[in-house]
Protein backbone atom coordinates (compact mmCIF):
# COMPACT_ATOMS: atom_id res chain seq x y z
CA UNK A 1 0.00 0.00 0.00
CA UNK A 2 1.49 3.48 -1.15
CA UNK A 3 1.29 6.17 1.31
CA UNK A 4 -1.10 8.35 -0.78
CA UNK A 5 -3.45 5.49 0.18
CA UNK A 6 -3.68 6.37 3.87
CA UNK A 7 -4.62 9.58 5.29
CA UNK A 8 -2.33 11.90 7.25
CA UNK A 9 -4.48 11.69 10.16
CA UNK A 10 -4.14 7.74 9.68
CA UNK A 11 -0.15 8.04 9.78
CA UNK A 12 -0.52 10.34 13.31
CA UNK A 13 -3.11 8.45 15.13
CA UNK A 14 -1.17 4.97 14.78
CA UNK A 15 2.03 6.42 14.94
CA UNK A 16 0.65 7.97 18.56
CA UNK A 17 -0.74 4.47 19.69
CA UNK A 18 2.20 2.84 18.64
CA UNK A 19 4.49 5.49 20.78
CA UNK A 20 1.40 5.30 23.50
CA UNK A 21 1.99 1.54 23.57
CA UNK A 22 5.96 1.35 23.84
CA UNK A 23 5.44 3.77 26.74
CA UNK A 24 2.71 1.71 28.90
CA UNK A 25 4.99 -1.22 28.34
CA UNK A 26 7.91 0.59 29.68
CA UNK A 27 5.50 1.88 32.44
CA UNK A 28 3.84 -1.19 33.26
CA UNK A 29 7.46 -2.72 34.79
CA UNK A 30 6.84 -0.45 37.46
CA UNK A 31 3.08 -1.06 38.31
CA UNK A 32 2.54 2.35 35.97
CA UNK A 33 0.77 3.77 32.95
CA UNK A 34 2.14 6.58 29.94
CA UNK A 35 -0.86 8.75 31.57
CA UNK A 36 0.84 8.66 35.09
CA UNK A 37 4.64 9.29 33.87
CA UNK A 38 3.48 12.09 31.69
CA UNK A 39 2.12 13.66 34.59
CA UNK A 40 4.70 13.34 36.85
CA UNK A 41 6.85 14.94 33.85
CA UNK A 42 4.77 17.89 33.63
CA UNK A 43 4.78 19.08 37.44
CA UNK A 44 7.57 21.16 38.48
CA UNK A 45 10.17 19.24 40.43
CA UNK A 46 10.89 22.20 43.21
CA UNK A 47 8.51 24.94 43.09
CA UNK A 48 5.17 22.24 43.03
CA UNK A 49 2.51 22.86 40.34
CA UNK A 50 -0.96 25.03 40.36
CA UNK A 51 -3.79 22.25 39.54
CA UNK A 52 -5.29 24.58 37.36
CA UNK A 53 -2.28 25.03 35.49
CA UNK A 54 -1.72 21.29 34.93
CA UNK A 55 -4.68 20.41 32.84
CA UNK A 56 -4.14 23.13 29.81
CA UNK A 57 -0.51 21.67 29.79
CA UNK A 58 -1.27 18.22 29.65
CA UNK A 59 -4.16 18.40 27.02
CA UNK A 60 -6.57 16.44 29.28
CA UNK A 61 -10.04 17.68 30.56
CA UNK A 62 -10.79 18.06 34.02
CA UNK A 63 -12.40 14.79 34.75
CA UNK A 64 -9.66 13.20 33.25
CA UNK A 65 -6.72 15.22 35.85
CA UNK A 66 -8.69 14.57 38.66
CA UNK A 67 -8.22 10.66 38.47
CA UNK A 68 -5.20 10.83 37.35
CA UNK A 69 -4.19 13.47 40.33
CA UNK A 70 -6.36 10.83 42.39
CA UNK A 71 -3.95 7.76 41.29
CA UNK A 72 -0.60 9.42 42.15
CA UNK A 73 -2.30 10.58 45.62
CA UNK A 74 -2.74 6.75 46.42
CA UNK A 75 0.52 5.62 45.08
CA UNK A 76 1.79 8.18 47.31
CA UNK A 77 3.55 10.17 44.40
CA UNK A 78 2.18 13.38 44.95
CA UNK A 79 0.38 15.86 47.74
CA UNK A 80 -1.98 18.55 47.48
CA UNK A 81 -0.87 21.77 49.40
CA UNK A 82 -3.24 24.71 49.92
CA UNK A 83 -1.56 27.95 47.74
CA UNK A 84 -0.40 29.99 50.07
CA UNK A 85 -1.11 33.27 47.71
CA UNK A 86 -4.59 31.66 46.62
CA UNK A 87 -7.32 30.40 48.66
CA UNK A 88 -8.90 28.70 46.20
CA UNK A 89 -5.97 26.80 44.54
CA UNK A 90 -4.10 23.96 44.99
CA UNK A 91 -0.25 23.41 44.57
CA UNK A 92 0.81 19.73 43.79
CA UNK A 93 3.89 18.59 44.70
CA UNK A 94 6.03 15.66 43.89
CA UNK A 95 6.82 13.19 46.84
CA UNK A 96 10.35 11.46 47.14
CA UNK A 97 8.64 8.20 45.77
CA UNK A 98 7.31 10.76 43.08
CA UNK A 99 10.32 12.25 42.19
CA UNK A 100 11.84 8.50 41.99
CA UNK A 101 9.18 7.61 39.23
CA UNK A 102 9.47 10.50 37.50
CA UNK A 103 13.19 10.20 36.82
CA UNK A 104 12.28 6.72 35.86
CA UNK A 105 9.83 8.46 33.48
CA UNK A 106 12.33 10.86 32.02
CA UNK A 107 14.90 8.16 30.84
CA UNK A 108 12.34 6.47 29.39
CA UNK A 109 11.51 9.37 27.37
CA UNK A 110 14.75 10.71 26.66
CA UNK A 111 16.09 6.93 25.46
CA UNK A 112 13.47 6.79 22.56
CA UNK A 113 14.02 10.55 21.87
CA UNK A 114 17.60 9.24 21.54
CA UNK A 115 16.71 6.11 19.55
CA UNK A 116 14.99 8.52 16.91
CA UNK A 117 18.00 11.14 16.67
CA UNK A 118 20.40 7.68 16.47
CA UNK A 119 17.88 6.93 13.51
CA UNK A 120 16.36 9.74 11.40
CA UNK A 121 18.48 12.50 9.96
CA UNK A 122 18.38 15.76 11.93
CA UNK A 123 17.44 17.79 8.95
CA UNK A 124 14.63 15.36 8.28
CA UNK A 125 13.73 15.78 12.30
CA UNK A 126 13.60 19.32 11.72
CA UNK A 127 11.68 19.40 8.86
CA UNK A 128 9.06 16.51 10.36
CA UNK A 129 8.99 19.21 13.59
CA UNK A 130 7.91 21.90 10.95
CA UNK A 131 4.85 20.04 9.08
CA UNK A 132 3.47 18.58 12.26
CA UNK A 133 3.38 22.36 13.59
CA UNK A 134 2.08 23.83 10.87
CA UNK A 135 -0.14 20.76 10.44
CA UNK A 136 -1.89 21.34 14.07
CA UNK A 137 -1.85 25.26 13.33
CA UNK A 138 -4.40 23.94 10.77
CA UNK A 139 -6.38 21.99 13.17
CA UNK A 140 -6.41 25.01 15.69
CA UNK A 141 -7.22 27.41 13.30
CA UNK A 142 -10.36 25.73 12.25
CA UNK A 143 -10.51 27.97 9.37
CA UNK A 144 -10.27 25.69 6.89
CA UNK A 145 -14.02 25.20 7.47
CA UNK A 146 -15.32 28.79 7.64
CA UNK A 147 -14.07 29.57 3.53
CA UNK A 148 -16.14 26.11 2.66
CA UNK A 149 -19.36 25.20 3.18
CA UNK A 150 -19.56 21.34 3.33
CA UNK A 151 -22.69 19.82 2.07
Given amino acids: MHHHDLTIDHYIRTTWLAIQKMYNEQASKFDSTMVLGFALLSLDPKKGTP ?71 PERLKTFFEVLYEINEIAISKEIYREKELK
Fill in 51 to 121: STSLGPKMGMEPTSLSRTLKKLEERGMIVRENHPGDKRSVLIYLTEDGLKMRDVSKKVVLRFYEAIEEQID
